[in-house]
Nanobody, 127 residues
Framework: QVQLVESGGGLVQPGGSLRLSCAASGLSLDYYAITWFRQAPGKEREGVSC????????YYADSVQGRFTISRDNAKNTVYLQMDSMKPEDTTVYYC????????????????????WGQGIQVTVSS
């Protein structure tokens, strides 16, 4: 059974940092790019950042470029999202999802390409 489990969310003050983790079981992330999405209530789900399975190529949404950093440790079957200089508008539920490696590219935001999703984790930025 494939599972993606997010962790590391919580409450942080504006300007603070959090690191999210996405741990996979039941499949090897060696064959998948991974994307972090987020969805605020009443809004469409937004692709935040994507990392390739092999060479570390990345994509970022304009809204997080320069503040968030995606990375992966294939030995641990885990992907991370380091979130710095956080803003109240970063408050929402974050999800990780798997993208088959052959599909990785500029269409990384298209949700139809994703096959496994985590359950989501709440991140709240507030003073």
């Amino acid at each position: 059974q494939v599972q993606l489990v997010e962790s590391g969310g919580g409450l942080v003050q504006p300007g603070g940092s959090l690191r999210l983790s996405c741990a996979a079981s039941g499949l090897s992330l060696d064959y998948y790019a991974i994307t972090w999405f987020r969805q605020a209530p009443g809004k469409e789900r937004e692709g935040v950042s994507c990392i390739s399975n092999s060479d570390g190529s990345t994509y970022y949404a304009d809204s997080v470029q320069g503040r968030f950093t995606i990375s992966r440790d294939n030995a641990k079957n885990t992907v991370y999202l380091q979130m710095d200089s956080m803003k109240p508008e970063d408050t929402t539920v974050y999800y990780c999802a798997t993208l088959p490696a052959l599909v990785f590219g500029s269409n990384w935001r298209y949700e139809i390409n994703y096959n496994y999703w985590g359950q989501g984790i709440q991140v709240t930025v507030s003073s």
